[in-house]
C-alpha cells in the first residue's frame, strides 16, 4: 500500500522543520534512494510576488530544511526551480525569489536558484488530455524532483495539492495557454494528472504549517494548521490531503481523475498512514469558486433544464473591486482568453468571453478581484 506521514509541525523556527523533514526522509526511505551525484531540482511554490508571512508560497524555512538534509546525505547539485504565474525571465522570477525568502535560502546553503529560463518539449505518451509538454529546462533535466507544494485551497481545482503545484513546471505564459485549450474544469484537472504523469516527482512534502482557506491560492486567509505530509506517491498524498481538508474526491477533480485512471486510492484504508495520525482540519473555509453541484440533490427530471442555469447565472465568476484595482495590468497579463482591458487604468472584465479559469483572481497582487456567486442552492 502506498504511504503517507503526517507530522505534527508547529511553527517556521529551522530546529523544527529539520526534525520534521528527516523524519519524513526516514519514513519513507529516501536516502536509500539519492546517489551525491545526481541533479536533485526542488519544485517549491512560487505562485507570486508574496512574502511568507501571507502564506501564499512555500515557507523558505521548509525549503532550507530540505536543502540542508540532502546536503548531509552527501548531495551537492541541488536547484531551486519554478515558473511562477506571469512573465517568466530572470527580472520576473528574482523578485519572487527575494519576496518569498528564497534568495536568501540560497545564499546561505549554496543551493542554485534556476537562472536557465528556456524549456524543453516532451512527449507525455501517458496522457489523455495532452500527449506533449512544454517544461522548464531544470525540471526537464532533474534526477530526482522534490515537490514542495503549500497546503492551500484553490478557486477553481478546490485544493492546491501536489498535482496541482506541478503546473508551475510550464513556463510563463503558456500556462495561460493551457487553461485556453482545457477551459472545462474536468478537462484541466485530467490534464494536470498528465502533467504529472510527466513530471513524476519522486517525493513531496506538503506546507501545511500556516496554510490558506477560502478563496485560495492567493486570495484567501492564512490559517494555522500546524502539520506538514510527505509522500514519495504523488497521488495517495493529494487524496489524504483532501480529506484532511474536508472535501470528498469528487470535490477535487485532480483526485478524482487520479482516481479513475488507478493512479490513486479510491479509499484512505488503503493508504499507510505514518506518523502521528490523520486529522480534520474543522471548518475549514471552501473557496466560492468550488463548483456547483446542487443538481446532484433534485429530481433527475430537473437536470437538464437547469443544466444552463448552473453553468450561467449561477456559476462562481471573477469581479473587480474598482476601487481597489491598481491598474497594473497583472490580470489581462494572466488572462488566457483575452477577456480583460484596462480602461482609465483600471481593469474591466468582458464577461461574455471569460472562461472563469480565475487566473486573474490569483495572479492580483492587490487581492482586488472576488469570487462571487449566487448561494441559493448552497449546501
Not at 256 to 266: F, M, Q, V
Not at 283 to 306: E, I, Q, T, Y
Not at 367 to 378: C, G, N, S, V
Request: net charge neutral.
Amino acid at each position: 500500500m502506498p504511504e503517507v506521514s503526517v507530522l505534527k509541525t508547529e511553527d517556521y523556527a529551522l530546529t523544527t522543520m529539520r526534525r520534521a523533514v528527516g523524519e519524513h526522509f526516514v519514513l519513507h526511505r529516501v536516502r536509500e534512494r539519492l546517489r551525491p551525484e545526481m541533479k536533485v531540482v526542488l519544485k517549491p511554490n512560487l505562485l507570486m510576488k508574496r512574502t511568507p508571512e501571507e502564506a501564499t508560497t512555500t515557507h523558505p524555512a521548509l525549503v532550507e530544511a530540505v536543502i540542508l538534509e540532502l546536503q548531509a546525505l552527501g548531495v551537492t547539485h541541488i536547484t531551486l526551480a519554478d515558473s511562477p504565474g506571469g512573465l517568466y525571465n530572470r527580472q520576473a522570477v528574482e523578485a519572487v525569489y527575494k519576496a518569498s525568502g528564497l534568495w536568501e535560502v540560497a545564499r546561505r546553503t549554496g543551493a542554485r536558484l534556476n537562472e536557465d529560463f528556456t524549456f524543453q518539449a516532451l512527449p507525455c505518451p501517458q496522457g489523455e488530455q495532452c500527449r506533449e509538454f512544454n517544461i522548464i529546462t531544470p525540471l526537464a533535466q532533474a534526477d530526482f524532483i522534490i515537490n514542495l507544494p503549500k497546503l492551500k485551497t484553490h478557486g477553481m481545482t478546490t485544493m492546491t495539492g501536489g498535482v496541482k503545484n506541478l503546473f508551475g513546471s510550464v513556463p510563463g505564459l503558456q500556462k495561460p495557454e493551457l487553461h485556453m485549450r482545457f477551459p472545462r474544469v474536468e478537462e484541466f484537472c485530467n490534464m494536470l494528472v498528465d502533467l504529472s504523469q510527466l513530471v513524476a516527482p519522486g517525493f513531496t512534502i506538503v506546507d501545511g504549517v500556516w496554510g490558506m482557506e477560502g478563496d485560495g491560492p492567493s486570495g484567501g486567509s492564512p490559517r494555522f494548521l500546524g502539520v506538514t505530509l510527505a509522500s514519495a506517491d504523488l497521488y495517495a498524498l493529494d487524496r489524504m490531503q483532501c480529506a484532511m481538508m474536508g472535501f470528498s474526491p469528487e470535490q477535487v477533480a485532480t483526485v478524482a481523475h487520479a482516481i479513475r485512471r488507478g493512479l490513486c486510492p479510491t479509499g484512505l484504508e488503503e493508504i499507510t498512514l505514518l506518523g502521528e495520525g490523520f486529522q480534520v482540519f474543522e471548518d475549514l473555509k471552501a473557496p466560492k469558486g468550488k463548483s456547483v453541484d446542487f443538481l446532484d440533490h433534485l429530481p433527475g427530471f430537473l437536470h437538464r433544464p437547469l443544466v444552463s442555469l448552473r453553468d450561467g447565472v449561477l456559476a462562481p465568476k471573477p469581479v473587480i473591486r474598482r476601487k481597489d484595482c491598481v491598474g497594473c495590468g497583472r490580470c489581462a497579463e494572466s488572462c488566457p482568453a483575452r477577456t480583460i482591458t484596462l480602461e482609465n487604468r483600471r481593469a474591466v472584465i468582458h464577461r461574455g468571453d471569460c472562461i472563469r479559469c480565475f487566473c486573474c483572481h490569483e495572479m492580483c497582487p492587490v487581492k482586488a478581484i472576488d469570487i462571487r456567486r449566487l448561494t441559493l442552492f448552497d449546501h
